[in-house]
């Protein structure tokens, strides 16, 4: 039962997260069509701002448990699963190392803005937005299928 505890905490952790990774470039994206709208620009950097700090938090929270569940076991011996040589969660933690980058990038893209230096173009930010669904579909089949 504590298993299904700490595994729907960070399930709900993750999707708050993942909620931030999308919705933080649709930031950057208004923030890029702003130019010229100094009191939209201030707002939406303050939205972004407060969103990245959030993101953090949810990334933190979610680590912690997602530790907990993978190395749990060694603490919790019988409680919690023993996932041994899981190489789909070998690949799944790559691919959340890359979207962590890519959270960190997208911060570092909202301080760019928030000093008035140039942003991508607003095209490159919206394609930029598209590609964490990819990534976190892999993740999900990953989870889903442990095919490896």
């Known amino acids: 039962m504590t298993y299904l505890w700490v595994k729907s905490f960070h399930l709900l952790f993750v999707v708050a ?26 707002r939406l950097v303050l939205m972004g701002r407060r969103l990245y700090r959030f993101g953090h938090h949810m990334f933190g929270l979610a680590f912690l448990l997602g530790l907990t569940l993978w190395q749990g076991w ?34 570092r893209l909202l301080k760019r803005g928030e000093q008035g230096r140039a942003l991508p173009s607003s095209r490159a930010l919206r394609i930029m937005n598209e590609l964490p669904v990819v990534v976190l579909l892999v993740i999900i089949f990953l989870v889903i299928a442990k095919p490896f």
């Not at 649709?26 to 009191?39: D, F, K």
């Open 74 to 107: 060694r603490v919790f011996p019988g409680v919690l699963p023993n996932f041994g040589a899981a190489y789909w969660l070998h690949a799944k933690l790559g691919l959340v190392v890359l979207l962590l980058a890519y959270f960190i990038w997208s911060g």
């Open 17 to 42: 997260w993942m909620a931030t990774v999308f919705y933080l470039p649709r930031i950057l994206v208004n923030i890029a069509e702003a130019e010229g709208e100094p009191v939209v620009k201030a």
